[in-house]
């Protein structure tokens, strides 16, 4: 597997951190005593790979446990969209037929894969899907799909004008 730009990074910096140690090593114990003025620039860039390392690696855990943040925040939105669908499903009436059907039509399964899936014709698909359509009170897939879209898009302007209120109160 190949490496990531931050990986790759991360290893310049030690490979380049080994050698500038290595040679200050072996100037020191082939040659005691004989300081010379290269040795503190070489022991100051030693100095800033090993800075540089540091910083890298706290970004890196730094975006470890953000992407975490944003995972866990996506599974929770996830599972209250999930329950909402669910709720209005429910609120509509459907069969249990035309919950599954549902579900496939939201997640854009074509009526023929949904008939595969379900293991009838596609016709019977596309009967529940009218069905579907008029429980819900809209004119087809692209509305009923919009309409829980903009039950997200809505709760997450509101979400977020609330923080800009709360804010500006600040």
Known sequence: MPLSNNQMRTAVLAVAIIAFSADLYEEFTNFPGQFEIHHIFEFAATLGLVWLLWLEIQAGVELRQALRREREQVERLSGELSKHVEQCFRSWQLTPAEFDVAWLLLKG??????????????????????????????????????????????????????????????
């Open 109 to 170: 399964f074509s009526f023929a894969e949904i008939g595969a899936l379900r293991d009838v014709k596609e016709k019977t698909v596309r009967h529940q899907a009218t069905s579907i359509y008029g429980k819900a009170k809209v004119s087809g897939r692209s509305e009923l799909s919009a309409t829980f879209l903009e039950d997200v898009l809505t709760t997450n302007f509101d979400e977020k004008a609330t923080q800009r209120e709360k804010s500006s109160e600040d």
